[in-house]
């Protein structure tokens, strides 16, 4: 199926990069068939300051806003909302899981406008813990400790419709490091700013509403 993709604020995104982009069929159901294209972003700038800092390359921050279209095509409605609410919020646990994070749990479910549409935002708590093998960094931490960094993670994402369905989300650390050496700890505490972070990626969130 011939799918666009999805509208993005080209112009908040000067510190991002485009990591992917996939046109999939993730589920179907007897009545209609779903398709995506998607677009992935990590954050770049602060990404290469904490490498220069620490010696650490993490993608650190993610953005990602995916274009819905039902085959045949139908109007939003209330039970199709409601599934594509529930697939959808199962595929992000899926894509958190897949970038490492771990003690993944849904925490509120709230409103959120996007344009003139109203949508759907579900925020999740996530851990990301980077083991003495996942690190390539000269700051030295206790090698005896299994988890040499670890990482409140904070995720959102939401859902809406405005014609297709749209769904877009994201994740960014939500504190400093819980565990590592002083001085790993003390470098990321310098770079990391969960509340700008959150609000850069609500606003790349409420930036796609130009469709």
Known sequence: MDIPPPSVPESRLTDWRQTDQTVDSPFSTPVVSVHTHTR?????????????QTGIDHPWRFFFISRVRLDPPQPPNPMLTSLLRQRVASAFVDRLDGRGLTDITKQTRSRISVGDADGVQRRYHARLQLSADDLATELR???????????????????????????????????PPECGSDELVAALRAEIDPAAARRELVALIKGCDQQ
């Open 40 to 52: 992935v972003y990590e954050e770049s700038t602060e990404r290469e300051q904490i490498r220069e």
């Open 141 to 175: 931490v206790d090698d005896t400790d299994p988890d040499r960094l670890s990482l409140p993670i904070e995720a959102l994402l939401v859902v809406w419709a405005d014609g297709d369905y749209y769904v877009a989300g994201g994740a960014y650390p939500a504190g």
